[in-house]
């Protein structure tokens, strides 16, 4: 089945604890986003890639890294997170043609 | 800076029909459009490209003009299932691969029996 997976799909943590947030697709795309959902402010990019190695930042990249070391993978970073990063993240792909798939969600909490 | 979205949100009955307006202050060369249902991911409804022409996707479909820099979503006799948030996302040159959407803050449309 195609699909955009995230692991892990909700998360509590406390500040300055490192974390990741997995994505994974299978659908040999080349394009890749990270957004986050914040209510009244609608889906915001993060980071954005066109390839492996190939990374950019998007509207909201501040306190975030990503890397693309493989063509189905595409980590979100969290250095040290702040409750101003609580959010529900998603993911995206895409082949270039238009559609986005993404991923379904994770809720990240950060006290 | 994102494009706004009118109304934010709206109520119908079934079978009525609802207008989603998605405006930009940048030239644009595509508007994407998305729902989302409560507690689910975006998923895809329909792009429409600079010079295109209005495009449908079974009873929703959407329009582009380029002059007003806005896109219209059409919702006609709509059904329980159409409800969700809608977002338009727009792109103001022509990256392929979408990688530089940039998304409206969303309309809630909720139907009603």
């Known amino acids: 089945e195609a699909q955009v997976t995230q692991n892990p799909r909700y998360l509590i943590t406390v500040t300055g604890k490192k974390l990741t947030v997995t994505c994974s697709q299978n659908m040999n795309h080349e394009y890749m986003s990270w957004y986050r959902q914040d209510p009244g402010l609608g889906l915001r990019q993060i980071y954005y890639s066109m390839n492996v190695e190939v990374t950019d930042k998007g509207d909201v990249p501040e306190g975030y890294k990503v890397s693309r070391k493989e063509k189905r993978n595409f980590p979100l970073i969290l250095e040290s997170p702040s409750p101003n990063q609580t959010s529900l993240y998603f993911c995206?792909?895409?082949?270039?043609?238009?559609?986005?798939?993404f991923g379904p969600g994770t809720r990240l909490t950060v006290l | 800076q994102q494009p706004v979205q009118s109304p934010q949100a709206v109520i119908l009955r079934e079978g009525e029909d609802a207008v989603i307006n998605c405006s930009s202050s940048?030239?644009?060369?595509?508007v994407h459009w998305y729902r989302q249902k409560h507690g689910e991911a975006p998923v895809f409804l329909m792009i429409l490209l600079k010079g295109g022409e209005q495009k449908g996707h079974e009873k929703i479909s959407a329009s582009f003009n380029e002059k007003k820099q806005q896109s219209s979503l059409y919702l006609t006799a709509s059904q329980l299932s159409y409800s969700g948030t809608y977002f338009c996302g727009t792109e103001i040159t022509p990256n392929f691969g979408n990688e530089k959407l940039t998304f409206g803050t969303g309309t809630r449309l909720t139907i009603i029996p």
């Open positions: 940048k030239a644009l060369y595509s």
């Open positions: 995206a792909s895409s082949l270039g043609s238009g559609e986005q798939f």
